[in-house]
């Protein structure tokens, strides 16, 4: 429980952090808060796929099993969560690749130009 609230912490600080950086180019600071949010969403979740990708090329979930559980969440939890928790590379690999979500709305945040910055640079340390 306590780890789920540090991520969502984490995760909603580095969207405040991408809407300072936004509000300093001069942008809509809830509008790339909102794309961090989505592009860490949407990363973590490619990495998910990676991570079942890996786990149905090791043979630790076999067909049989996808059938079994293709109708319920609950089920589809059931199978999850032990492998998850035997071993927590598979829940870092995911943490990363939100990172990298967060990261790249970062990236393309500092490659904008600063608003009213003087074309010569006259006053500027």
């Given at each position: 429980m306590l780890e789920s609230l540090l991520l969502i912490f984490l995760i909603l600080y580095m969207a405040y952090r991408n809407g300072l950086i936004a509000k300093l180019k001069g942008k809509n600071q809830v509008l790339w808060s909102l794309l961090t949010l989505v592009s860490y969403w949407?990363?973590?979740?490619?990495?998910?796929?990676?991570?079942?990708?890996?786990?149905?090329?090791?043979?630790?979930?076999?067909?049989?099993?996808?059938?079994?559980?293709?109708?319920?969440?609950?089920?589809?939890?059931?199978?999850?969560?032990?492998?998850?928790?035997?071993?927590p590379i598979h829940f870092i690999t995911i943490m990363v690749f939100g990172l990298g979500g967060y990261l790249l709305v970062r990236f393309i945040l500092e490659r904008m130009p600063i608003k009213n910055m003087p074309k010569d640079h006259e006053g500027v340390v």
């Open positions: 949407i990363c973590s979740g490619i990495g998910a796929l990676v991570v079942m990708i890996i786990l149905i090329r090791s043979h630790q979930i076999t067909q049989a099993d996808i059938e079994r559980v293709s109708g319920s969440q609950k089920a589809v939890n059931d199978l999850i969560m032990p492998l998850m928790l035997d071993n």
